[in-house]
């Protein structure tokens, strides 16, 4: 029998009546690990000004909900400044299970769900002291901390790339670690403009 889109479209609503309107192939939460230099912060973690999750003391590791909107991580711990970093969420797209057994209506419940979108696994704050005794101190630190995350970026894209099975699915993944290791590197820029110096 030639295949049709009323042949489509009855797999779908089969497969939607016994997913009982599930996601049906991504999920609709994954796991975020929460790293902080040092540890032992408290992190909060808000989405659109509502907490989804508390990590205290860093490190941890969190479920939260996907969502096309980004949560801010923001930690805080004696001794150092107040900071946060920005997980931002990522299109996945369509996955060939969606299309195969879910048709438009499955792609439809994953992108209604946000099981279609994606944070970076994993994210790291860098705690700034509340002061430094000189420039120097200050400027070692911070150019440190930069190097540190820029090197913690090519190494997640290098072992990403070494495992690469699909094209599209790598380059979803490169682009996640990257866009979160520039947010990483632009916080720590900013911050080293504000630290303050004893001296």
Do not use: H
């Not at 489509?8 to 192939?25: F, N």
């Not at 973690?45 to 907490?51: A, D, L, V, Y």
């Amino acid at each position: 029998m030639p295949f049709s889109y009323s042949r489509l479209a009855g797999l779908a609503l089969a497969t939607v009546a016994l997913s009982g309107c599930a996601t049906l192939t991504t999920g609709s939460d994954q796991s975020v690990t929460v790293l902080t230099d040092p540890a032992g912060a408290e992190c909060r973690m808000e989405r659109e000004g509502m907490t989804v999750a508390i990590v205290n003391p860093t490190p941890g590791t969190v479920q939260v909900d996907k969502s096309k909107n980004s949560i801010v991580v923001k930690c805080a711990a004696d001794g150092f400044q107040d900071t946060f970093a920005t997980l931002s969420s990522e299109f996945q797209g369509m996955t060939v299970g969606n299309v195969l057994f879910g048709g438009i209506i499955g792609v439809a419940i994953d992108a209604g769900s946000g099981a279609m979108n994606e944070y970076p696994s994993q994210i790291t704050l860098l705690l700034v002291p509340d002061s430094f005794p000189n420039d120097e101190k200050r400027d070692t630190f911070f150019q440190s901390a930069i190097d540190r995350a820029e090197a913690r970026t090519e190494a997640a894209v290098a072992e990403i790339r070494s495992k690469c099975v699909d094209d599209d699915g790598c380059k979803r993944e490169v682009t996640l670690v990257e866009t979160s290791g520039a947010s990483e590197v632009s916080q720590l820029k900013s911050q080293w403009a504000m630290a303050k110096v004893d001296s």
